[in-house]
């Protein structure tokens, strides 16, 4: 069964660094997204990308994230300067337009800012 | 502003009764829901779906409720088996064609042997 693959799968970097995750979404798929969840609370959407853009943000994702699909197979997120709330599992998803299975969902990055 | 609400935190429930999850929301524009399941460690599941010209969606032991004027829905297991404790998440979105979908808090499900 096809899957989203999420590397690494546990990322610990400190604070003010740049990290990059990075996310294979499934070959045929057609959107892709960013989610996460810091500890004990809900998955928080981030950005939605579609055709090469971002199609949809919300707030948490400002100046200091980006996204990019560099080859046409990876995805990836990058948070500069990161701060110690940004630590969370991130989820990257993807999704054919119109699937009755909505996202398919990567295992997730665990990323710790110390 | 919690558009997509699950009011129980946790539930519990013996082996092979019915796990009852409920969701609620306040977006009236929402049209296509879901459910998923995440085990921890691991990504959220799919498990099953349901837009708004139905009022019910089976698959095997889960049942997903529609009550569109009430802004309710619900996740029916039924026998609960103890490999269906985890967390489970309603979300929500205006639409099936890209739209990201809004998540609950979830609910975590135990089920005990």
């Known amino acids: 069964e096809p899957e989203v693959t999420q590397t690494p799968s546990h990322q610990v970097t400190q604070m003010g660094q740049e990290v990059i995750l990075r996310c294979v979404p499934i070959?045929?798929?057609?959107?892709f997204y960013w989610y996460r969840q810091i500890l004990g609370q809900k998955v928080e959407f981030l950005v939605s990308?579609?055709?090469?853009?971002?199609?949809?943000k919300s707030e948490i994702f400002d100046d200091q994230f980006s996204v990019e699909r560099p080859d046409g197979s990876n995805f990836t997120l990058k948070i500069r300067s990161t701060k110690l709330e940004d630590s969370a599992m991130y989820f990257c998803?993807?999704?054919?337009?119109?699937?009755?299975?909505?996202?398919?969902f990567g295992s997730g990055t665990r990323l710790t800012v110390v | 502003d919690q558009q997509v609400k699950q009011n129980s935190p946790s539930l519990s429930v013996q082996e092979g009764r019915i796990s009852i999850l409920n969701c609620d929301y306040t977006n009236s524009m929402f049209d296509y829901f879901l459910w998923y399941k995440k085990y921890p460690a691991e990504g959220p599941t799919f498990l099953i779906s349901?837009?708004?010209?139905?009022d019910k969606n089976e698959d095997g032991r889960f049942t997903v409720f529609l009550n569109k004027s009430a802004k309710h829905l619900s996740l029916h297991i039924v026998p609960s088996q103890p490999g269906d404790s985890a967390v489970y998440f309603c979300?929500?979105?205006?639409?099936?064609?890209?739209?990201?979908?809004?998540f609950g808090p979830g609910t975590r499900l135990s089920v005990l042997p």
């Open positions: 070959s045929n798929h057609l959107y």
């Open positions: 979300a929500a979105s205006p639409d099936n064609y890209g739209q990201n979908f809004v």
């Open positions: 998803a993807s999704r054919l337009q119109g699937s009755n299975y909505g996202y398919t």
């Open positions: 349901i837009s708004s010209i139905k």
């Open positions: 990308f579609y055709n090469n853009e971002i199609s949809e």
